[in-house]
T-cell receptor
């Protein structure tokens, strides 16, 4: 089946603009995660959904960051009034999230590279 | 707090050599999961292997093998007979319930020279 997809793959924004990044998880995956990856670093957790419920948003760096998953499938990460320090790759991952040996293995999308000028 | 340390940053090997990546982790949980992911230049993180904390048996999958030592909190990964397509950044990651997130190391850049 299809893997995790993300769009757009690349986004250039002027400082102060709002952006919206989309994630389409693997069909049937209950859990969805967003990570931020700065250049040369490992991904850092942003937020976690189980179905439509956002269970953990402790990694969001500021209140300019907002994520939603209204119907429990597609998710959108929105960044308001973008700043240069928001430039990074934003990765989305999904997992089955149910019981079972490999239920918690996270599968990642290709990411969205955001550049804020 | 959970922490994953990958000491080496860049490793260069000649094709067909073996390459071993070191990973040391910290966690107070007794049940956790360890992963290795590969990130080629295209940017997508590709799942390679998973090891559960309660299963210390080391395994081999194709050209990949791993050595999980709970006593030293290490989870090392070896690519046997490296190929140019193995050139990528490799991340070690830790997951446990209650946190519901992967904690990643900084990654190892592997360059395989033909």
């Amino acid at each position: 089946g299809a893997g995790v997809s993300q769009s757009p793959r690349y986004k250039v924004a002027k400082r102060g603009q709002d952006v919206a990044l989309r994630c389409d998880p693997i069909s049937g995956h209950v859990s969805l995660f967003w990570y931020q990856q700065a250049l040369g670093q490992g991904p850092e957790f942003l937020t976690y959904f189980q179905n439509e419920a956002q269970l953990d948003k402790s990694g969001l760096p500021s209140d300019r960051f907002f994520a939603e998953r209204p119907e429990g499938s597609v998710s959108t990460l929105k960044i308001q009034r973008t700043q240069q320090e928001d430039s990074a790759v934003y990765l989305c991952a999904s997992s089955l999230g149910t019981s079972g040996r490999d239920a918690d293995t996270q599968y990642f999308g290709p990411g969205t590279r955001l550049t804020v000028l | 707090a959970q922490k994953v340390t990958q000491a080496q940053t860049e490793i260069s090997v000649v094709e067909k050599e073996d390459v071993t990546l070191d990973c040391v982790y910290e966690t107070r949980d007794t049940t956790y999961y360890l992963f290795w992911y590969k990130q080629p230049p295209s940017g997508e993180l590709v799942f390679l292997i998973r090891r559960n904390s309660f299963d210390e048996q080391n395994e081999i999958s194709g050209r990949y093998s791993w050595n999980f030592q709970k006593s030293t909190s290490s989870f090392n990964f070896t690519i046997t007979a490296s190929q140019v397509v193995d050139s990528a950044v490799y991340f070690c990651a830790l997951f446990y319930y209650g946190n519901n997130r992967l904690a990643f190391g900084k990654g190892n850049q592997v360059v395989v020279i033909p």
